[in-house]
């Protein structure tokens, strides 16, 4: 019967330590597989999710200042073209400016 305990344990040891090993393996491998994609997406010249929402941000801001800059010139423009009409005299009145 001690012998049979004694072999549990034994058993139980061995497969701890397997388990350690496992895990350190498994770690190991990570690093290592996260380091190749990371090598392989610096090949292809990636953003990164910073720099993505920074230019996002950047052109959102530039749409809202020419949507602002677009009203500005259409009221510009209204107010030229209702000063040319206001100036302008009415038509069917000439005056005769000649001394006789």
């Not at 090993?21 to 610096?42: A, H, K």
């Not at 749409?63 to 100036?87: D, G, P, Q, W, Y």
Request: proline share 1%; net charge positive.
């Amino acid at each position: 019967m001690q012998t049979r305990n004694r072999f549990f344990h034994d058993a139980a040891k061995i497969a701890g330590g397997a388990i350690g090993t496992l895990e350190g393996i498994r770690r190991e491998v990570e690093v290592l597989v996260r380091q190749q994609v990371e090598r392989v997406l610096n090949k292809f010249d990636l953003v990164t999710r910073d720099e993505f929402e920074a230019v996002k941000e950047m052109a959102a801001r530039t749409r809202k200042e020419n949507a602002e800059i677009l009203k500005r010139v259409k009221n510009l423009e209204l107010s030229k073209t209702s000063r040319r009409i206001t100036k302008k005299s009415p038509r069917g009145k000439k005056t005769n400016s000649k001394k006789t």
